[in-house]
């Protein structure tokens, strides 16, 4: 009769926080919040020291949204430690003693620089996968058969908020791109106007300058004045040239392209620029690799602009390191690349405008403030999309495209 009562008061009181957590996730505005505040009320609940709140992520990783005391996000791959085997196998797990537990990774110790000593760690199921997974760490006494019944109970009802979250946060960045899609579709048909009726007068002016330049009678004093006028109009050049191939960029001739064959010829011409600024460049390519349908030229143009714009990025940088990564996205039927950076992020007021065009952060004159816009044109006439997240020490560029069905690739684009 005791124990009876005993889970009745447990499930009224677990009810009880449910209520408290589902009126604190409808409030507006609580995305950002609500995870830092679901850790602490799960603290009070179970009395333990720590609760840490993973996110599975497209490639089965585990990101926390909410980690006490770290700044950056933690990050489990698929099935390491405890955590990752509850995502694998979407059940609870109890480790009193966690270096006793074969399943306990102690490297995840040293990254949080935290001693865990006793852990509860249980799935927040959704379709039978686990979406994501909480972890209770180190409460006094160890955790009892209870705090698993509860957890039990907890992952269910947590789940739905959980996937609420996740699909408040798709529907928000599908809405962005297609609002940034069709901003790109108007600016590509201006664009390719503007730049034919901007050829002609450009042609003149740098004609003019060049006669002035070689001509014996012109002054001494305004030949400075003259070969700004020639500069600035074969930057104009260059920028003309640079919309030109955003509203010619076309897979009408599309061919099978490994993309790791067009990152190497990229990684080729920036050569120089990457020695010249000590930069680690990482690869992460599987074998057999993803194979899309494209225009191998037109695609190493993306990747050049990625890999410089991180190049850029790295400067002054202590520790300057690229990760260029390629995998596959079988859900969607596409191959995926990334290019991440360790620089100091990408402030989130900017992120918003990132590909538009000549918008730039760079210095005047080092930057026409097309290359994303350019690339943005190039990865949408590829029938793919592209995404961009950042924080300070971790920015990435995602590239979805889609999947090629035949496996012979064409040959590498030259540099």
Known sequence: MRKICHNGRMRRSLLQLVHELTQRALA????????????ERLIEYFGCERATIFQRDAKDRLVSRYAHGLKEPLVIPPGEGISGWVAECCKPHLANDVYEDPLFNPQIDQTT???????????????????????????????????????????????????????????????????????????????????????????????????????????????????????????????????????????????????????DASLELLTHERRRRGVNIIKEIPTPEPVVLGDANNLKQVYLNLIGNALHALEGQPDRRIILRVFRDPKRQAAV???????????????????????????????????????????????????????????????????????????????
């Open 113 to 263: 620089r935290f001693r865990t000593k006793s852990l509860l760690a249980f799935p927040l199921p959704y379709k039978g996968r686990a979406a994501g997974v909480v972890e209770l760490i180190n409460k006094p006494g160890g955790f009892s058969k209870s705090d698993m019944r509860a957890v039990k109970f907890f992952g269910d009802e947590l789940a739905v908020l959980f996937v609420k979250f996740r699909f408040e946060e798709r529907q928000e960045q599908m809405t962005r791109q297609l609002v940034q899609n069709e901003k790109m579709a108007a600016m590509g048909r201006l664009a390719s106007g503007i730049a034919h009726e901007l050829n002609n007068p450009l042609a003149t002016v740098m004609g003019f300058s060049q006669l002035l330049l070689r001509d014996s009678r012109t002054p001494p004093e305004i030949m400075a004045t003259i070969l700004k006028i020639d500069a600035e109009a074969r930057r104009m050049r260059e920028i003309v040239r640079s919309i030109l191939t955003f509203a010619r960029a076309s897979t009408e001739q599309a061919e099978p392209v490994r993309l790791s064959a067009v990152i």
């Open 28 to 39: 507006p505005g609580e995305a950002q919040g609500f995870w830092k505040f679901l850790a």
């Open 337 to 415: 690349s990334e290019v991440e950076d360790n620089g100091p992020g990408i402030p989130e007021k900017i992120l918003e405008h990132i590909f538009e065009p000549f918008f730039t952060t760079k210095e005047e004159g080092k930057g026409t403030g097309l290359g994303l816009y350019v690339v943005s044109g190039i990865v949408e006439k590829h029938k793919g999309f592209i995404t961009v997240t950042s924080r300070p020490g971790c920015t990435v560029f995602r590239v979805s495209l889609p999947a090629a069905k035949s496996s012979e690739p064409s040959p590498p684009a030259k540099p």
